[in-house]
């Protein structure tokens, strides 16, 4: 048997999820921010899972943000914290992710 420890780079699917992401990715491929038919089914799916989300962590839609990686997400949360709730402090140490430390490099540069 193999066990895998390295779930903050990768994670294995599990085999529904991978049947619904095919299935997802063949034949709802449209932006959902378009107005035309491919964007309006992805658009449905989207929001879709936001509600099934959100209700399993008794949140409301709005409250989900989907991101397309750890990155992005870091850098939403941190500029989000430190813009607009005012957040003066952030407690990190040099083992740190570099996508948590540059973006914290940077937000020091951009509120001294």
Not at 10 to 28: A, K, N
Not at 40 to 67: D, Y
Not at 78 to 98: F, K, N, P, S, Y
């Amino acid at each position: 048997m193999n066990i895998y420890f390295d779930n903050a780079a990768t994670t294995p699917l599990y085999p529904e999820v991978l049947i619904q992401m095919t299935e997802v990715l063949q034949h709802t491929y449209g932006n959902p921010s378009s107005t035309h038919a491919f964007g309006r089914s992805a658009k449905v799916l989207i929001e879709g899972a936001r509600k099934r989300i959100s209700k399993w962590l008794n949140a409301q839609p709005s409250e989900l943000i989907f991101t397309s990686g750890g990155t992005e997400a870091n850098n939403l949360i941190l500029r989000g914290c430190i813009r607009d709730l005012g957040v003066q402090v952030v407690i990190t140490t040099a083992i740190e992710h570099h996508a948590v430390l540059h973006t914290l490099e940077a937000l020091a540069k951009e509120y001294p």
